[in-house]
């Protein structure tokens, strides 16, 4: 779409706004009840797209791509009605007669510019609560997957109007030409680094910004861990969509008593899910490639700049854009490959000779998207939970979390800000509003209207000592 037609677009949602935010609760659980039946019947041409783009097996796209939206639409449709609902809140004593609601209302235009990595699922995630939340929204994907570009064009033409639901397409100057409209809230996945400029173009308009940013997720395996099940489970983890997802066990910080243990038990995950050997890894149709020349370059230079001991793995291949799975030992915690996301299948596994240490060392970077704990011992959990802070997690699990409608999602700081997912979403797109009614003619406060006579500074001390 050319770059003056925006305006023109954003014009036209800005006539609408009033309209779509007049919705009630029937007409928007149909909105998302007829979204729910295109991506079912449309099921064969997303798993095309992504197996176009990633070359990504159709059993990961129905996982990771379709459920986590249907289950998003799925919360909005049994729950909708209920967060529409004006809800009541006590009445402090002070105001007897009075009566508090919060309602929520749409904030109007929402901007969700969404990243490659899980295309349909992060265009279509934030979409499904800025719909229930009763906004207009125009979605700006990334230019590196054209084939789920395709795809989402075609699904969202076919059920909203464009003055309702827009999708452009673009590169760098298209995302920076829709920030300089005034939108009321913008909602972007991607780096830290776009994330400083998405939150810029924001202040300009004071707009509310939700920013899922990244980071570098660690994964801290104590010595009385299950270990067989926390390999298996770091390296599904690790697997997904080649590495490229954003809450993904970034490095392992393990108790040095079970380090071999687990770079075993590891190199054994990673050979049943994907072959036994270098040969089976690479025709795996399970795993998925690198998503552009540019990342495999990138991938390549923290791989072979690492400095370390290539435990498993290690092989590449560029015109493919093929990485294995590759465990990485003896890592330099200076060394290139922990100083930024890897965003590929390259796992780092570090020994600290206890839980204190590597507290000590996630507490020196900065606050993750996600972290990981396994330890058999409840209290052990609960205490590494207490001592460090991350926008999310699991205990003895990975990534489920972010699947979790019930859960909110997002990052702190550094990773980001604001929260998604279900209830938290629709919050999100949503304006808390603060409704006092009064109920009765007489109030108390009337009683410490001027002017400020003895009786007034009297009752003036009655409520702050007893109300």
Same mark, same amino acid.
């Given at each position: +779409?050319?770059?003056p037609?925006?305006?023109?677009?954003? #014009?036209?949602?800005?006539a609408a706004?009033?309209?779509?935010?007049?919705? &009630?609760?029937?007409?928007?659980?149909?909105?998302?009840?007829?979204?729910?039946?295109?991506?079912?019947?449309?099921?064969?041409?997303?798993?095309?797209?992504?197996?176009?783009?990633f070359?990504?097996?159709?059993?990961?796209?129905?996982?990771?791509?379709?459920y986590?939206?249907?289950?998003?639409?799925?919360?909005?449709?049994?729950?909708?009605? @209920?967060?529409?609902?004006?809800?009541? !809140?006590?009445? *402090?004593?002070?105001?007897?007669?009075?009566?508090?609601?919060?309602?929520h209302?749409?904030?109007?235009?929402?901007?969700?510019?969404?990243?490659?990595? /899980?295309?349909?699922?992060?265009a279509?995630?934030?979409?499904?609560?800025?719909?229930?939340?009763?906004?207009?929204?125009?979605?700006?994907?990334?230019?590196?997957?054209?084939? #789920?570009?395709?795809?989402?064009?075609?699904?969202?033409?076919?059920?909203?109007?464009?003055?309702?639901?827009?999708?452009?397409?673009?590169?760098?100057?298209?995302a920076?030409?829709?920030?300089?409209?005034?939108?009321?809230?913008?909602?972007?996945?991607?780096?830290?680094? !776009?994330?400083?400029?998405?939150?810029?173009? #924001?202040?300009?308009?004071? %707009?509310s910004?939700?920013?899922?940013?990244?980071?570098? $997720?660690?994964?801290?395996?104590?010595?009385?861990?299950?270990?067989? +099940?926390?390999?298996? =489970?770091?390296?599904?983890?690790?697997?997904?969509?080649?590495?490229?997802?954003?809450?993904?066990?970034?490095?392992?910080?393990?108790?040095?008593?079970?380090?071999?243990?687990?770079?075993?038990?590891?190199?054994?995950?990673? $050979?049943?899910?994907?072959?036994?050997?270098? %040969?089976?890894?690479?025709?795996? *149709?399970?795993?998925?490639?690198?998503?552009?020349?540019?990342?495999?370059?990138?991938?390549?230079?923290?791989?072979?700049? $690492?400095?370390?001991?290539?435990?498993?793995?290690?092989?590449?291949?560029?015109?493919?854009?093929?990485?294995?799975?590759?465990l990485?030992?003896?890592?330099?915690?200076?060394?290139? !490959?922990?100083?930024?996301?890897?965003?590929?299948?390259?796992?780092?596994?570090?020994?600290?000779?206890? +839980?204190?240490e590597?507290?000590?060392?996630?507490?020196? @970077?900065? =606050?993750?998207l996600?972290?990981?704990?396994? &330890?058999?011992?409840?209290?052990?959990?609960?205490?590494?939970?207490?001592?460090?802070?991350?926008?999310?997690?699991?205990?003895?699990?990975?990534?489920?979390?972010?699947?979790?409608?019930?859960?909110?999602?997002?990052?702190?700081?550094? &990773?980001?800000?604001? =929260?998604?997912?279900?209830?938290?979403?629709?919050?999100?797109?949503s304006?808390?509003?603060?409704?006092?009614?009064?109920?009765t003619?007489? $109030?108390?406060?009337?009683?410490? /209207?001027?002017? /400020?006579?003895?009786?007034?500074?009297?009752?003036?001390?009655l409520?702050?000592?007893?109300?």
């Open positions: +779409m050319p770059q037609d925006l305006e023109a677009l954003f #014009a036209r949602q800005q706004r009033w309209r779509v935010a007049a919705t &009630s609760a029937r007409e928007r659980r149909a909105k998302l009840q007829a979204l729910l039946d295109a991506l079912m019947a449309r099921r064969a041409e997303a798993q095309a797209a992504l197996a176009a783009d070359r990504k097996s159709p059993e990961e796209v129905d996982l990771t791509e379709l986590p939206v249907i289950s998003e639409i799925k919360e909005a449709l049994r729950h909708l009605p @209920r967060w529409m609902k004006p809800r009541r !809140v006590p009445t *402090p004593i002070g105001l007897f007669g009075s009566a508090g609601t919060i309602r209302e749409p904030k109007g235009l929402a901007l969700i510019i969404s990243p490659w990595n /899980y295309p349909i699922y992060l279509l995630g934030p979409l499904v609560s800025a719909l229930a939340a009763g906004n207009c929204a125009i979605l700006k994907p990334s230019e590196s997957t054209p084939h #789920a570009n395709a795809f989402l064009g075609k699904l969202l033409a076919g059920l909203f109007p464009e003055d309702e639901v827009a999708l452009v397409e673009g590169e760098a100057d298209i920076q030409a829709l920030l300089a409209l005034p939108f009321d809230h913008i909602f972007f996945t991607g780096s830290p680094a !776009v994330g400083k400029a998405v939150m810029k173009a #924001a202040a300009e308009h004071l %707009a910004v939700t920013l899922e940013l990244g980071g570098k $997720s660690p994964v801290l395996v104590d010595a009385d861990a299950d270990l067989r +099940m926390a390999a298996r =489970k770091i390296a599904w983890g690790k697997g997904l969509n080649g590495g490229q997802t954003c809450v993904a066990p970034d490095y392992v910080l393990v108790h040095a008593s079970v380090h071999d243990a687990l770079v075993t038990h590891l190199k054994e995950a990673f $050979s049943s899910f994907y072959g036994v050997d270098a %040969a089976a890894r690479q025709a795996s *149709p399970d795993l998925a490639r690198v998503i552009n020349d540019r990342h495999f370059a990138r991938l390549q230079g923290l791989l072979n700049g $690492s400095a370390a001991q290539v435990a498993f793995g290690g092989e590449t291949e560029a015109a493919s854009r093929y990485i294995g799975p590759t990485l030992t003896g890592v330099d915690p200076a060394s290139p !490959v922990m100083q930024e996301e890897i965003f590929g299948p390259l796992l780092p596994i570090l020994k600290v000779k206890d +839980m204190d590597a507290v000590t060392f996630v507490n020196a @970077r900065p =606050k993750p996600a972290l990981y704990v396994f &330890s058999g011992s409840r209290r052990t959990s609960e205490d590494l939970l207490a001592r460090t802070t991350a926008g999310g997690g699991c205990i003895n699990d990975t990534i489920l979390h972010f699947a979790h409608t019930g859960l909110p999602t997002g990052g702190v700081n550094a &990773s980001g800000f604001g =929260k998604a997912h279900g209830r938290h979403g629709f919050e999100a797109f304006n808390a509003r603060g409704i006092l009614r009064q109920r003619r007489f $109030s108390a406060i009337q009683l410490m /209207y001027p002017p /400020y006579t003895g009786f007034v500074r009297r009752m003036v001390d409520t702050l000592k007893y109300f």
